[in-house]
Nanobody
Framework: QVQLVESGGGLVQAGGSLRLSCEGS????????MGWFRQAPGKEREFVAA????????YYADSVKGRSTISRDYAKNTAYLQINSLIPEDTAVYYC????????????????????WGQGTQVTVSS
């Protein structure tokens, strides 16, 4: 079992930045790829970014590519998502998730391939 807790969400003006954190506990955090997804009101949950279990590869959705960075700190059992140049369309509940041994985009961008999820953190971008 892996428990995930997100933090760092909030209200920010367009053009600003946020860093979301996802702290994991339970089973060996380093064995899991970490992903970030988001869900806006009335929309389906969508992939945002992912980092492989060994941290050597990252993937991003086109909507955030070039203005976001996913990273992880194994010593702190924490994954991060930094998003810059925020736009109102980034407004959503952001969720982190853990996938055992995940290495490839064809699984990392699929929410149903993740075993564990956090409770979500709200990000609201005002125009």
């Amino acid at each position: 079992q892996v428990q995930l807790v997100e933090s760092g969400g909030g209200l920010v003006q367009a053009g600003g930045s946020l860093r979301l954190s996802c702290e994991g506990s339970g089973r060996t955090f380093s064995n899991y790829a970490m992903g970030w997804f988001r869900q806006a009101p009335g929309k389906e949950r969508e992939f945002v970014a992912a980092i492989t279990w060994n941290g050597d590869t990252t993937y991003y959705a086109d909507s955030v590519k070039g203005r976001s960075t996913i990273s992880r700190d194994y010593a702190k059992n924490t994954a991060y998502l930094q998003i810059n140049s925020l736009i109102p369309e980034d407004t959503a509940v952001y969720y982190c998730a853990a996938q055992p041994g995940g290495s490839y985009l064809y699984t990392l961008d699929k929410d149903y391939d993740y075993d564990y999820w956090g409770q979500g953190t709200q990000v609201t971008v005002s125009s």
